[in-house]
């Protein structure tokens, strides 16, 4: 078996990859990879561009393990088409995803943000109406792996958890979870609002003026996942309404975020360049990950973990 | 009973002291207090510097309860002398600074005050080395109700927890507990040095150049507390000289930190001005505090909580 690598590997891992799955690795880290090599791969890690040449090809590609948590960027048609698993590291970045989430929280209800500010203009101004995460209620805006490791994170703080998922089903950790149709109603108690929802045809302007309109003034909304999500016309608009109080931001509609953009300037923004899905931990997850459906596509001919749905697109 | 309440109180928090304890309650919030009330007071709730008058004239007062968790700015001796109880509010506000603590943490690992220095400058920058608070070693020096509270929070994340305490003694949650004496011993493996000591004779400039000297490189130092324990000067030469990597601070050797100090500009330090014991929860805390305490006080002669060993001067 040919296993091709385009993803960038630490050595210690590259040689874990080939002891565990005794397949032919070929590394084509920070090169442009060989078509032919690509479709006469078994496996293929992480992605470019030549492999839909080699899909398009005469190929024996089964598998497909890329490393990043969304798939939106993939050409799903035809990897549906041809028959090839999917599958996502969406479960091995959710962790450190999470304690960017919580950063954004606690920088919120502290004020750090606020005290950064002034800490640059060498001004000692103590900022009015600190408070705490303990006892508030908190609506996730997509179930999945993000928002049950936030959850994980919050026990501490003895706090309301809802969450909103496609059909409202039941989630461990959470007090109560609503369909997407209801989602105003989730979003209308909560001190924040945190989006992890991937992008779909069913979630791209999901949280629009109808969500900022339900929710508190005093509210703080996060999001991480995907930048069309969220329109983010709309929610420069509720923010300068004190539609909601503040936004913590890690993923826009157009990335990088153009310069002229205003949320750059607004004073209740926080932004970060979709850096919440980077982690030193990162390359071991996802790897420990496929070499465990490894083990089950040797055993029954399938990966079975965070393996993607092409009619749910995720 | 008289009770006099030097502190700001919300309306139904002076109901309640005043249902709980069938007393004489009188509010002198955002007033001078009169002397001769002040000394027919058997309880005093709050500090001003009149206190010290009644106390030198002829008084009855048994029991202060101040809403700060330090105490060295009060005349210990005088009140030890005149043998009234002195009651703090360490244990009200150690959750949020908990909270506040874990902020810094997740700010420094996830680089987000990195990301909002560049947001200020309208730079969509990724930051490099983005990391985790998972399975790393953190050491607190101090391991009161600061700590502790810190140590709950942390749970989630695996760390490998130790602690720093007068004689060395362990403390539930803590891995390992070193006396002050060996504290050097103690920050050597550590990612991350919490300080949250009071001030005393024993703990001023505790954190000196010796203990950076100790650090990692690599190291996060915060301190909560009171700023005199951390030697500043020390400190910012160790920064300077990469004996640690950056610095948190929320208390300072003089406060306001002064506009033209060093800290304001270096770019590996994050300050915030006092401001981590600040909390909406924060009344609420110090006075279910003050009524368990005035149960004990009825019942025994005596609060029992949070009460100050003027010999140990906390």
């Known amino acids: 078996m040919k296993i ?3 993803q960038t590997l630490e050595p210690d891992l590259l040689d874990k990859l080939a002891t565990t799955t005794n397949a032919e690795v070929v590394n084509f880290a920070n090169k442009t990879p060989d078509v032919q090599t690509l479709a006469e791969s078994e496996i293929i890690l992480g992605w470019h561009p030549a492999v839909v040449e ?6 024996q590609i089964k598998w497909l393990q890329v490393w990043s948590a969304g798939v939106d960027y993939l050409p799903l048609d035809l990897l549906a088409q041809e028959q090839v698993f999917l599958t996502t590291a969406s479960g091995a970045n959710s962790f450190n995803i ?9 920088m919120h209800v502290r004020h750090l943000d606020f005290s950064l500010r002034k800490q640059l203009q060498s001004k000692w101004e103590l900022p009015q109406g600190q408070a705490e995460l303990t006892e508030r209620t908190i609506a996730f805006i997509g179930t999945g ?7 994980k994170l919050l026990t501490p703080f003895n706090m309301n958890i809802i969450g909103v998922n496609s059909s409202g089903h039941e989630v461990a950790g959470f007090k109560q979870c609503y369909a ?3 989602i105003t109603e989730a979003v209308k108690e909560a001190d924040f609002v945190v989006s992890s929802l991937p ?5 791209k302007h999901l949280v629009n003026k109808t969500v900022f309109a339900a929710m508190k003034p005093t509210a703080l909304y996060v999001a991480v996942g995907r930048g069309q999500t969220t329109n983010q016309i709309d929610l420069i608009d509720a923010l300068k309404h004190g539609e909601l109080v503040a936004t913590s931001l890690d993923v826009f509609e157009e990335e990088p975020l153009p ?4 949320l750059w300037s ?12 980077q982690s030193n931990f990162y390359n071991i997850r996802v790897l420990d990950s496929f070499l465990a459906n490894f083990a089950d596509y040797q055993a029954n001919g399938a990966p079975s973990a965070h393996v993607v749905n092409y009619q749910n697109e995720y």
Chains 1, 2 share one sequence.
């Open 266 to 277: 607004m004073e209740n923004v926080v932004i970060t360049p979709h850096s919440a899905g």
């Open 54 to 59: 080699a899909l398009n090809s005469s190929h």
């Open 259 to 262: 310069s002229d953009n205003k």
């Open 180 to 182: 997407t149709s209801e």
């Open 145 to 151: 792996n993000i928002a049950q490791d936030t959850v």
């Open 4 to 6: 091709s690598v385009l």
């Open 199 to 203: 992008l779909t045809t069913k979630t």
């Open 98 to 106: 999470a304690q960017q989430v919580l950063g954004y929280l606690l």
